[in-house]
């Protein structure tokens, strides 16, 4: 629903209720409401998100914009948008706060209900981040099972950019536990994705991914 339409629906539903006695209106005016709160409430919190990630000055109201939203799309029985949003609290922590094992539950429980309604793209994000949890940690081999998953999501819904994101964490991965020749191997497969999509960030991320495992 667009900004425009969503305005004028809640006058309908005011109306309705106000002049019409359709007390019923009111709970379809809440479901609207919430529904719409908690995109924009995603929408700023990701454009907080990015923000971060070029100029590492965190904004505290990133949480509790993805915690206000993972809480309306539960009222509402949205369990991808509920998903979505877990994820993005995880990596608040994760990412922002370099907290992970207090992330990883909400990755965890983000991957159940992404499952559920089969979101393969929220799962591809929150197995992902589940795996750079198991690569902190020092559990490589499950962090490989986890990052691979996250890359065949990708694939299969062909979400390409992000394909070829997970092929850099792969590269990462192959050249910390002492594989370069694999880790080159999935740069040049990542290279060869972004630029079928147009992902210039990623082939900034590909770059700097080959100048660290050289050096």
């Keep these: 629903m667009q900004g425009q339409d969503w305005v004028e629906r809640a006058g309908e539903l005011f109306e309705a209720a106000m002049f019409g006695g359709d007390l019923s209106a009111l709970d379809r005016s809440d479901d609207m409401l919430d529904a719409v709160e908690a995109s924009l409430s995603m929408a700023r919190g990701k454009v907080l998100h990015v923000r971060f990630l070029n100029d590492r000055e965190e904004d505290s109201r990133e949480p509790v914009l993805f915690e206000r939203a993972a809480e309306l799309y539960q009222r509402l029985g949205d369990a ?4 979505d949003a877990l994820f993005w609290v995880g990596c608040w922590y994760q990412v922002v706060k370099g907290d992970g094992a207090t992330g990883r539950p909400y990755f965890e429980r983000s991957y159940v209900l992404a499952k559920s309604v089969d979101d393969r793209k929220t799962m591809s994000y929150a197995i992902r981040h589940l795996g750079f949890a198991d690569k902190d940690a020092g559990r490589f081999d499950q962090a490989c099972k986890r990052l691979t998953e996250s890359v065949t999501l990708r694939r299969e819904i062909g979400f390409k950019p992000g394909e070829a994101a997970g092929l850099v964490a ?11 020749s694999a880790a080159f191997h999935h740069l040049d497969e990542a290279q060869s994705v972004a630029e079928s999509c147009g992902a210039k960030a990623v082939s ?8 660290h495992i050289r050096s």
């Design 204 to 211: 900034g991320w590909i770059e700097q991914a080959r100048t």
């Design 80 to 83: 991808s948008g509920e998903a």
């Design 170 to 180: 792969l590269a990462y991965l192959a050249a910390e536990t002492g594989d370069p």
